[in-house]
Structure formats: structure tokens, C-alpha cells
């Protein structure tokens, strides 16, 4: 049996969350990076918000690079 992995990246407003719902109802099933960064930001002891979360993902990017 063949797996198929599609994985969405870009800026916030740009369709990911539609095109994701749209794959979801097709039967794909959703594997969301922000549950990672979630758990790093609990990790640092950090309160749980969008500008915590953010400085995360940028964390992660600078050390890993864009593809992170």
C-alpha cells in the first residue's frame, strides 16, 4: 500500500487550514507541526500564547533552517 504525505507550509491567510479541512474530509488524516511547538514552549516554561508560540517556530527555524 502506497502512502501518499502532502505537507502545507506558508504565511498566515495564504489557504493551508482550507486546503488541510478539504483533505480531511477527503479521508486524509492531519498531522499538525504546532502540537511540536507547543510541546517546546511548555518545554522552556513558557506561557502558552501566539507570541510565545511564535518565538518558538522562529527558534526552530534558525536552528534547524526553512525546512523545519
Known amino acids: 500500500m502506497t502512502k501518499t ?21 477527503q479521508g486524509f488524516a492531519r498531522v499538525y507541526f504546532g502540537g511540536t511547538v507547543l510541546e517546546e514552549v511548555k518545554k522552556q516554561g513558557l506561557e502558552v500564547n501566539f507570541e510565545n508560540e511564535k518565538q518558538v517556530r522562529e527558534e526552530i ?3 534547524h533552517g526553512m525546512a523545519a
Open 61 to 63: 527555524r534558525q536552528k
Open 5 to 25: 504525505i502532502i505537507a502545507f507550509v506558508g504565511m498566515p491567510g495564504a489557504g493551508k487550514s482550507e486546503a488541510v479541512s478539504y483533505l480531511e474530509q
